[in-house]
């Protein structure tokens, strides 16, 4: 009898099927288990509190998405075989197992190699102890299969990937701008010229999806605060990194943690061909920086006593934007500066094709009335500091 799992999503306002016993195996994998550990929007829910779900449950949202782009690209006649199919799965399933503690904070300090390569890395050892049933989804994820728009199905400018995590974000948050007609432009996804792309009657969902992007990026990714928070976080892990290198501290509070692993040495991608480092970062996780943290509010150090305090209290620094840069400004643990991208589209990415009914394909920024090429290039820069509250001034 086979095996079948039902996993209520409130996201998609019902449940998940999930069948095919490779999929089933690698969820139970603890590479894939450890991302119920890791939140999706870090430190998010400092300033919307109903955001604490998991890349996991993000993951599984995009392997439903996924399932339900391929059977709609059937339906329309494209050739894709049962063996693709569960390739196309395991790799939007896997997409972001690379991924550190709380998501993309962490990874600026704690390691030198970008969690896509990390992913990679990981998706090979589950193949390797699968003798081989992901090959398929591995050469999806890098874009080596002969089929290319199985690939931008699993990492495009409309992938499942961030169709899932825009609802996803937006129904934990609260945040109604991050809601797209999800069914709607899966329903008209289609393939020309080996390339994915949506049939007209989708552009106005289309283009709903670009600019809800557009605007969670501002409400909710690049949110102050939470922008403040991150720094408070990055801080901490500098200031232990800075301490254990010049010999003031040892990882004694945290040295039955993996977290001390990363803080002690600095490795490379080549480093993470060795499989004890690759198991030990699999076991790193939100846990083990949020315990470490909890300890060091009592550590001797006043910077590092602060920070934690500062993190586990949610006194945050005061943060400022604008359109130009700071200047003069002395960067310490407490007072910083930065600067923020938001770009809608990127025409040097896989392009949004519309397909006519004539057999026409064009960018969405020829199919659309509302986005023309001016406002999908206009690239948004916004700078900021930050500075101790109790400071009556910046500098």
């Not at 003069?328 to 006519?356: M, P, W």
Request: proline share 4%.
């Amino acid at each position: 009898m086979t095996k079948r799992k039902i996993i209520n999503d409130p996201v998609y306002d019902g449940f998940l099927s999930v069948e095919d016993p490779v999929i089933l195996a690698v969820i139970e994998h603890p590479y894939f288990q450890r991302q119920r550990r890791i939140k999706q929007l870090g430190l998010t829910h400092l300033v919307y509190p109903g955001a604490m779900h998991t890349r996991f449950s993000h993951m599984l949202g995009a392997l439903n998405l996924m399932g339900r782009a391929l059977d709609v690209l059937r339906q329309k006649g494209v050739a894709i075989t049962d063996e693709e199919c569960r390739g196309a799965k395991l790799a939007i399933l896997l997409h972001d197992i690379g991924h550190g503690p709380f998501s993309h904070t962490s990874e600026r300090v704690l390691v030198d190699v970008p969690h896509e390569e990390i992913t990679l890395l990981m998706m090979q050892r589950i193949n390797e102890e699968m003798k081989g049933a992901l090959d398929v989804a591995i050469d999806i994820f890098s874009n080596t299969y002969p089929k290319h728009f199985l690939h931008q199905l699993v990492s495009s400018q409309l992938d499942m990937d961030r169709l899932d995590y825009l609802g996803r974000d937006s129904f934990f948050t609260g945040v109604s701008e991050g809601i797209v007609g999800t069914d709607r432009i899966i329903s008209m996804l289609n393939v020309h010229d080996d390339e994915l792309v949506v049939d007209e009657k989708g552009i106005y969902s289309v283009e709903k999806f670009i600019i809800s992007r557009r605007l969670m990026y501002w409400q909710v990714y690049m949110h102050k605060t939470v922008i403040a928070a991150d720094q408070v976080l990055l801080n901490i892990l500098r200031r232990v990194r800075e301490m254990i290198g010049n010999g003031q501290v040892s990882v004694g509070h945290i040295a039955d943690s993996p977290l001390s692993v990363f803080l002690s040495h600095r490795y490379t991608a080549e480093d993470f061909y060795t499989p004890p480092l690759l198991d030990r970062f699999a076991e790193l996780d939100d846990d083990d920086v949020m315990v470490a943290v909890k300890r060091w509010q009592h550590y001797p150090d006043e910077i590092l006593r602060t920070l934690c305090q500062s993190l586990v209290n949610r006194q945050l620094p005061a943060i400022r934007f604008s359109n130009e840069p700071f200047e003069g400004i002395a960067c310490d643990y407490f007072h910083g500066t930065g600067e923020l991208h938001n770009r809608s589209y990127d025409f040097n990415d896989q392009e949004i094709k519309v397909l006519y009914k004539d057999g026409r394909c064009v960018d969405i920024s020829e199919a659309s009335d509302q986005l023309d090429r001016r406002f999908l290039e206009k690239q948004v820069v916004k700078y900021f500091c930050y500075f101790p509250k109790s400071t009556s001034q910046v500098v």
